[in-house]
């Protein structure tokens, strides 16, 4: 049995998280804490006899424990997953996992050091429409990938726990960055993982398109480019409607992902066919069911049934490339070469 704490105890803390959690019968969560005391009393009511602490130093420094799951906002991921593996503890962590460059490389040796696992929640790998399409695509239905288009469209970001004192999306000083960070992060993993080959190079505009008091983007236009493929991504805040939209082209056929429909489309002359996979991509935002397969991922790193390394992999990537993104933004869209960032 496996003893576990939560660090923040926000909506995808308790809507997603948790929930997984308790399904297992190999894990505990044995302890919580967040910065705001309120959240005692809301830790209670989802896990009684789950320990709540004052402060991350008190969780870190009293509770026995395996591991911790930080939920935070992502400015405080990296000094959080720094005093985690300092306590020798494995870690799992939302995304994204650290907002610098300049974080990741450090924290990376020192899981090596100590021998803990640094897990990133890439739940959209386990979305239904999401694994089919991966499947369908290792199969060679379509043949060899050359070109993914991606929309995420929405009205506003996602809702936060507390509202009192707004949208920490929306605040550069907690979240990083706007829609970019948001939804970029799984755009980024799930792309690479359907091409297959290492991105050469991203270009970007990132815009206020109708959010204009915001001191974040909120719409970002993305062409990562492969050897052989490209990627063009567009991700909103600023739309009239909620939507997940994408098509992967190949050199076979075509996949296009209609929320939670996948069809799949060939040579013209032979029918489309075509799977319901629900739920769709743009129900929601916590997903707890897509948060199982991660927890089991997680957990084989952590007692060494399964290789470590490939989710830190996808995550340092995923760094990388907004760090491209947003430095093509400042350039006025010039093409940023992955080579400049990860030498």
Partial sequence: ???????????????????????????????????????RAVLVAHAPGTRWYGTTTELLAEASLDFVDICTPPAS??????????????????????????????????????????????????????????????????????????????????????????????????????VLTDHGWHVFYVVQRWIGAPPVSVSATLERRRHLAWSVEDTA???????????????????????NWA???????????????????????SADLAWACPPAMSDGSHHPDWFDAVVSEFLAEAIGTAPRGANLAEASLCVALEHCARESSRRGGREVALSEVLT
């Fill in 77 to 178: 991921h990296a000094p959080l997953i720094r005093s985690a593996l300092e306590r020798g503890l494995h870690v799992l962590c939302e995304k994204p996992l650290v907002g610098a460059l300049d974080d990741l490389a450090p924290l990376a040796r020192l899981a090596a050091k100590t021998g803990r696992v640094l897990y990133t929640v890439h739940n959209w790998h386990h979305a239904p429409i999401v694994r089919r399409t991966t499947e369908l695509v290792c199969e060679g239905r379509i043949g060899r990938v050359n070109q993914v288009v991606w929309h995420t469209l929405r009205t506003r970001p996602a809702a936060v726990g507390d509202g009192h004192n707004g949208n920490w999306r929306v605040d550069p000083a907690v979240a990083g960055g706007g």
């Fill in 247 to 269: 098509e992967v082209s190949g050199t076979a056929g075509v996949l296009e992902l209609q929320d939670d429909t996948l069809v799949l489309k060939g040579d013209g002359v």
């Fill in 1 to 39: 049995m496996l003893r576990g704490a939560l660090i923040g105890l926000g909506n995808v803390a308790l809507h997603g998280h948790l929930a997984g959690w308790r399904r297992r019968r190999d894990v505990e969560i044995v302890g919580g804490t967040d910065s705001r005391p309120e959240q």
């Fill in 221 to 243: 236009s993305v062409r990562v480019t492969f050897a052989e493929a490209t990627a063009e991504i567009l991700l909103t805040w600023a739309s009239d409607v909620r939507r």
